[in-house]
């Protein structure tokens, strides 16, 4: 079974049980917290090793885990290392977020921009997208100096890329087929 189908089998048990106890908000926090800790180099070298045994590693979530996690996120983490499914943790929480962001209607975007902008230009930004897309947004900044200026705005399989990057790579493009024509 490929990883894909294993993260959503059980980030979808998750968040039936969520939904069902009334918690998934909590348990959206708790999945946020475990998969900022499954990206420290130590936690995640635990989760891959076959050598260290379910027991050691039950009781190494349990020590990690159990005051800051609902008792859902404890079933599923007990039930997780008992498959030996441990290492899809990352993916679980991710697809677990998604599932939860579309549940509650919002959509997720990145913008991507040379400079920092202000919070009121993201604001107007998010406004648009919610306009046009007829969804809630939850706008998230990235800063990558080598666009130039303009953004590139990803949200879910729409991409919009209004860089001067972009646009000099088509000036150029077009250019070279131009000089090859003549």
Do not use: W
Not at 55 to 72: N, P, Y
Not at 161 to 172: F, G, P, Q, T
């Amino acid at each position: 079974m490929n990883e894909s189908k294993i993260s959503v089998r059980y980030s979808k048990a998750l968040f039936q049980s969520a939904l069902a106890g009334e918690v998934v908000d909590e348990v959206s926090k708790d999945m946020i917290l475990i998969s900022d800790i499954c990206k420290t180099p130590d936690f995640k070298e635990m989760l891959d090793s076959p050598v260290i045994r379910p027991s050691v590693k039950r009781k190494i979530f349990h020590a990690v885990f159990r005051e800051s996690v609902t008792d859902i996120t404890m079933s599923l983490l007990d039930l997780v290392v008992s498959n030996g499914r441990e290492k899809y943790l990352p993916a679980i929480a991710r697809v677990f977020r998604s599932e939860t962001m579309q549940h509650k209607g919002i959509t997720e975007c990145l913008l991507t921009t040379a400079v920092r902008i202000g919070a009121d230009l993201k604001k107007q930004i998010s406004e648009r997208i919610e306009t046009v897309f007829k969804t809630r947004v939850e706008l998230h900044e990235n800063i990558d100096e080598e666009i130039i200026g303009g953004f590139i705005l990803r949200m879910d399989d729409n991409y919009i890329d209004a860089s001067i990057r972009n646009k000099l790579r088509n000036i150029r493009k077009e250019l070279t087929e131009n000089k090859a024509i003549q």
